[in-house]
């Protein structure tokens, strides 16, 4: 779950890329890089930290030209340390080239194994290096050409920019699983990035999103771009998960609003669970749509009785346990005033290990809540999702571990409900397929 961007044509390139990042952080808080195309020559800056962080006045000016691409990071393969920022920058034999990723390739080991029996030297521990030397070894006479047989060469859920001398190529994997939309600016050029509210900070028109399978080229001094469909139609399978958590509520992914789609989570839980309460509050951010779909549906008050601190990152990237817990007390504070006395109804987007869920029903307890009902605006995570997002194994997944019951018990709530998975589909809508691994254990890229 990384958030990617690319801008061509446009007379402030990276300035643009900037600013669609610092929209995009919520996707990545790792690190942050940007490359930009000055007369066939690219610059690249990036390091760990979050977009302000890393880009000042003095090293955006640096970043010169009409063509940027740039990338927040969100570790589902590779490390923490510099080497494993994008985008990812090389001269190779058709001149300099850079790239940014959005996903995670299921067959890396196999492929990089294979590169280093052929003699390649990473550099770090990123899947995307793996596409860089794909097209560097190739034989092929012509970068796209080059660029198909890397595709070729992958399995995974991915959208890619790659960003050459003249040209910025745009692919979305077979199945499109990340999303990836396309944008005009006001002064002519063009922006892809990976979500719409990108689009809304730079002033740029939506245009249409990317196909799944399919391959966009925008050329420097072009006006119009070209498509070609990489593979054969197949059903696509957006991950549900955008819609859930990750994306901005002010973003359309494939066509949704996110913010609506997650009020309707809200009420097919209303429905599906009838409790005597006095409040339904959210864990915010992400759980306060669908907190309001759910108060709308049962009549039931709406409180924000959670204060979230926002200066502090989310927790769901944070890779340490210890850290986690410590960034729960940090992170949200109960009202005692508003809770007091009350039977409640919490709602939040998912629960993963438990450890987060435990502690905000132990912190509203303390805050004197009479009642605590959790409610899960998803179904139960019981599979490590390798599509892009940093689940953990199995092992540490707790409705993989424990019943509904035992999950109820151990983070010490008075009931809890989720949502089942045809639940699910038809609160997203039952006229397309979604990736739901992390609920039904389907893993169908093969």
């Known amino acids: 779950m990384c958030a990617i961007v690319g801008?061509?044509?446009?007379?402030?390139?990276?300035?643009?890329?900037?600013?669609?990042?610092?929209?995009m952080q919520h996707r990545g808080q790792e690190a942050t890089g940007i490359s930009a195309n000055n007369n066939h020559h690219i610059t690249t800056i990036k390091n760990k930290g979050l977009v302000t962080d890393v880009f000042n006045q003095e090293n955006i000016n640096k970043l010169i030209g009409k063509m940027a691409i740039g990338h927040n990071r969100y570790s589902t393969a590779g490390g923490e340390s510099y080497a494993d920022a994008q985008p990812v920058f090389a001269?190779?034999?058709?001149?300099?080239?850079?790239?940014?990723?959005?996903?995670?390739?299921?067959?890396?080991?196999?492929?990089?194994?294979?590169?280093?029996?052929?003699?390649?030297?990473?550099?770090?521990?990123?899947?995307?290096?793996?596409?860089?030397?794909?097209?560097?070894?190739?034989?092929?006479?012509?970068?796209?050409e080059r660029i198909v047989e890397a595709i070729n060469k992958i399995v995974g859920a991915y959208c890619l920019l790659i960003m050459s001398r003249s040209k910025l190529f745009a692919i979305r994997d077979r199945y499109g699983v990340r999303p990836l939309s396309i944008g005009r600016?006001?002064?002519?050029?063009?922006?892809?990035?990976?979500?719409?509210?990108?689009?809304?900070?730079?002033?740029?028109?939506?245009?249409?999103?990317?196909?799944?399978?399919?391959?966009?080229?925008?050329?420097?001094?072009?006006?119009?771009?070209?498509?070609?469909?990489?593979?054969?139609?197949?059903?696509?399978?957006?991950?549900?998960f955008e819609y859930i958590y990750f994306a901005r509520p002010d973003s359309m992914i494939d066509g949704k609003n996110v913010?609506?789609?997650r009020i309707k989570l809200g009420k097919t839980?209303?429905?599906?669970?009838?409790?005597?309460?006095?409040?339904?509050i959210p864990v915010p951010d992400s759980g306060v749509p669908a907190a309001l779909g759910y108060s709308q549906?049962?009549?039931?008050?709406?409180?924000?009785?959670?204060?979230?601190?926002?200066?502090?990152?989310r927790t769901f990237i944070e890779p340490t346990q210890a850290m986690r817990n410590l960034k729960v007390k940090l992170k949200?504070?109960?009202?005692?005033?508003?809770l007091k006395d009350k039977k409640i109804i919490v709602i939040d987007d998912s629960i993963v290990r438990g450890t987060t869920s435990k502690k905000i029903v132990e912190l509203l307890r303390q805050?004197?809540?009479?009642?605590?009902?959790?409610?899960?605006?998803?179904?139960?995570?019981?599979?490590?999702?390798?599509?892009?997002?940093?689940?953990?194994?199995?092992?540490?997944?707790?409705?993989?571990?424990?019943?509904?019951d035992e999950v109820c018990k151990y983070i010490d709530a008075d009931s809890l409900e989720f949502l089942e998975i045809d639940e699910l589909i038809n609160a997203l809508g039952n006229e397309r397929k979604y990736s739901l691994l992390s609920f039904d254990g389907n893993y169908f890229i093969k």
């Not at 061509?8 to 600013?19: G, V």
């Not at 299921?106 to 899947?127: C, P, W, Y």
């Not at 596409?131 to 006479?141: Q, V």
């Not at 009549?299 to 990152?313: D, K, Q």
Request: net charge negative; proline share 3%.
């Open 91 to 144: 001269n190779y034999s058709l001149g300099e080239i850079s790239i940014v990723h959005n996903g995670n390739l299921t067959n890396k080991d196999e492929v990089r194994n294979a590169l280093i029996n052929e003699g390649s030297i990473f550099q770090s521990h990123m899947d995307t290096e793996n596409i860089l030397h794909l097209i560097a070894r190739s034989k092929e006479n012509h970068l796209q």
């Open 185 to 240: 600016l006001k002064d002519g050029g063009y922006i892809v990035a990976s979500e719409t509210c990108a689009f809304d900070l730079v002033g740029a028109k939506f245009i249409r999103d990317v196909k799944p399978g399919e391959m966009i080229i925008f050329e420097e001094g072009c006006d119009k771009f070209k498509s070609i469909q990489l593979f054969e139609e197949t059903d696509p399978r957006i991950c549900a």
């Open 269 to 280: 839980l209303a429905k599906k669970s009838k409790i005597d309460a006095d409040l339904v």
């Open 259 to 261: 913010y609506e789609t």
């Open 367 to 404: 805050a004197g809540a009479k009642e605590i009902h959790m409610r899960i605006a998803a179904p139960e995570i019981k599979f490590p999702d390798v599509y892009g997002i940093d689940t953990p194994t199995k092992e540490e997944l707790i409705s993989a571990n424990m019943s509904k």
């Open 297 to 313: 549906e049962s009549g039931i008050r709406f409180e924000m009785a959670i204060v979230r601190n926002h200066y502090v990152g």
């Open 332 to 338: 949200l504070n109960p009202m005692t005033s508003v």
């Open 7 to 23: 801008v061509i044509n446009s007379n402030h390139a990276s300035k643009t890329a900037y600013y669609a990042l610092f929209a």
